[in-house]
């Protein structure tokens, strides 16, 4: 029987804390969908397809990822997917509290449907795709947090931005 797991998020821009758990979240099943959350009461800086192409780019060396935009209910992705496993990720107390909160509520709607919590790697404990666009914002270097694709990417997004 094949495992397969799907990891949700905005990934606006994508971190390498993100691409930390991706990594991590792939030798835990046979197959990862990181699905690109689209939420249509939240202004992403990048478009969903602008994400996924960000995604995937990074993950092109990584065996059974599948990058793919997707809104509503995660678990109703995951059932779309065939995934039976939810990754989730959490950098804080303040999050493990959301997350199981999240995981309970999925459990409720699909029981059939499990939620995984990874820590990151120590280096990216405390990196989050808001703080990445303050860093940037105040002209910061961006090398430790982001690849260099999207680092290039985000700067010319908020560059743009701050001409409009």
Do not use: W
């Amino acid at each position: 029987m094949t495992r397969k797991a799907l990891y949700a998020g905005s990934f606006d821009p994508m971190t390498r804390g993100h691409l930390d758990i991706i990594r991590r979240a792939r030798l835990l099943a046979d197959e990862l969908v990181v699905a690109v959350g689209t939420n249509a009461g939240k202004k992403a800086l990048f478009s969903a397809e602008e994400r996924v192409a960000m995604l995937a780019r990074a993950t092109d060396d990584l065996d059974g990822v599948e990058v793919v935009a997707f809104s509503g209910l995660v678990v109703d992705e995951a059932r779309r997917r065939g995934a039976t496993i939810l990754v989730r990720g959490i950098r804080s107390v303040a999050d493990f509290e959301d997350e199981r909160t999240m995981a309970l509520t999925n459990r409720c709607l699909a029981p059939d449907i499990d939620t995984i919590i990874l820590v990151p790697s120590e280096e990216y404990a405390f990196l989050s795709s808001r703080l990445v666009k303050e860093v940037v914002g105040s002209g910061g270097n961006l090398d430790r947090f982001l690849d260099p694709e999207t680092a290039a990417a985000l700067r010319a997004r908020l560059s743009e931005s701050q001409r409009d």
